[in-house]
């Protein structure tokens, strides 16, 4: 069974830096046809997309974290991570870890409006900012 575990969020204030971590135990890249992302909710908003990262490395960013967000991932480790630098209040959010996420989403952008027919979730990891 594919599990995604999210860790690495907390409180900060803000201009801090966070790193989280998403480990992967059982789970690997299916094909080369699928991303695996990140993505974000806070209160009373919709789950929007902030990064996502194919087999081969190469990475995409929601346009407004370009530069702050840094996504990467150890595949001996099995583990997906998501840097991030000069964090402000709107970055707030519950932060999920996603896997299979399709090739045509990834590479359309689509991915940024999450796609009904993501394969897989983790439970999330708070990250708090103060100002």
């Known amino acids: 069974q594919v599990q995604l575990v999210e860790s690495g969020g907390g409180s900060v204030q803000a201009g801090g830096s966070l790193r989280l971590s998403c480990t992967t135990p059982?789970?690997?890249?299916?094909?080369?046809?699928?991303?695996m992302g990140w993505f974000r909710q806070a209160p009373g908003k919709r789950r929007e997309g902030v990064a996502v990262i194919d087999s081969d490395g190469t990475t995409f960013y929601a346009d407004s974290l370009k530069g702050r967000f840094t996504i990467s991932q150890d595949n001996g480790d099995h583990t997906l991570y998501l840097q991030m630098v000069s964090l402000q209040p709107e970055a707030t959010a519950m932060y999920y870890c996603?896997?299979?996420?399709?090739?045509?989403?990834?590479?359309?952008?689509?991915?940024?409006?999450?796609?009904?027919?993501?394969?897989?979730w983790g439970r999330g990891t708070q990250v708090t900012v103060s100002s």
């Open positions: 059982g789970y690997t890249y299916s094909s080369i046809s699928s991303c």
């Open positions: 996603a896997a299979e996420i399709g090739l045509y989403d990834c590479y359309t952008g689509s991915w940024v409006t999450v796609p009904s027919d993501i394969g897989y």
